[in-house]
């Protein structure tokens, strides 16, 4: 089971997913538009705001868990110039790869021993804390948002590499993923540390050093 984290962290998080969880989701639209497909642009998705990214179920569980999911950005595949299945790979995989950009900027005041510590009261964490939670998080983003478990961006790169006779069983997948997802979430402990809290630590120690 989740514990409630301290107010400071708590703070801390609802700022972390508002930032991380919205350029996540306009990496893919960004992206999409430039490969061709103006679907997001044109229901709004191409933008920075995250009241029209962020999930109600997703951002309660990142706020509470540390991981979470937004809205998914509409995308037709058949309009990406790449082809439907190379296209969608680079769509799906620029979610995950801003959260490792957003983690390796915050990482700079650490390589160059420029972090200050202050700041931190009780309803608010230190710069330092924050910002060791942001990289951390973001980390976590990057993992979690692999895992091959529709609707995550995992299970649209793993489409695109599969061979075709993958396809009747990837889509009985996409049927089944959310609750697939759900259930590795709430009940499978041992298998997220592996998937991503082991990873994610190792990521994090090579990126602030």
Known sequence: MFSLPSIPDLVANV??????????????????????????????RLTLNPLVHL??????????????????????????????????VIVAAAGPFSNFVLAALAAIPFRMGLVPDFGGTALTPSISEFLVQF????????????IPIPPLDGSKILRGFAPSDWDGFLSQLERLGPLVLLLVVFMGGSVMNLLIGRPALALFRALVG
Do not use: C
Not at 17 to 44: C, P
Not at 137 to 145: A, C, D, G, H, Q
């Open 135 to 146: 990289i951390y998080l973001n980390l976590v983003l990057l993992l979690f948002n692999l």
């Open 55 to 88: 999930d109600p179920l997703g951002s309660l569980l990142f706020i509470i868990a540390g991981f979470g999911w937004a809205k998914p950005v509409p995308v037709n595949p058949y309009n990406l110039r790449n082809g439907p299945k190379l296209g969608m």
């Open 15 to 44: 700022i972390i997913l508002v930032i991380s969880l919205t350029v996540h989701e306009f990496a893919h639209a960004y992206t999409a538009t430039q490969l061709g497909d103006d679907t997001a642009r044109r229901l709004g």
